[in-house]
Nanobody, 118 residues
Framework: VQLQASGGGLVQAGGTLTLSCAAS????????MGWYRQAPGKQRELVAA????????NYADSVKGRFTISRDNANNTVYLQMNSLKPEDTAVYYC????????????WGQGTLVTVSS
């Protein structure tokens, strides 16, 4: 399974970026896709996740109302629209996919850097 993430970059505070992540390979059944981020000196944290089998999403409190996660089941792709970006959103953003049924396996993308300038 391979994950190809794109869309990171440099943006001013208050700006917008959209990340995308496409899964390919021996995918089978995708259960959940999501985004984590890791800022320098901090632990990796969940940003948002979306179910591919139910109408469910989950967001970190720090991004609720600003970020929107969406999916394209046909293309095994997840998007993260990030509005009203803040300098504290600066981090490497990692895409993750959970595949399987009772036993889930997770696969991670290579990470894409988002830098928000003040």
């Amino acid at each position: 399974v391979q994950l190809q993430a794109s869309g990171g970059g440099l943006v001013q505070a208050g700006g917008t970026l959209t990340l995308s992540c496409a899964a390919s390979g021996s995918i089978g059944s995708i259960n959940v896709m999501g985004w984590y981020r890791q800022a320098p000196g901090k632990q990796r944290e969940l940003v948002a996740a979306i179910s591919f089998v139910r109408d469910e999403t989950n967001y970190a409190d720090s991004v609720k109302g600003r970020f929107t996660i969406s999916r394209d089941n046909a293309n095994n792709t997840v998007y993260l629209q990030m509005n009203s970006l803040k300098p504290e959103d600066t981090a490497v953003y990692y895409c993750v996919v959970y595949i399987g049924g009772i036993t889930l396996k997770n696969y991670w993308g290579q990470g894409t850097l988002v830098t928000v300038s003040s």
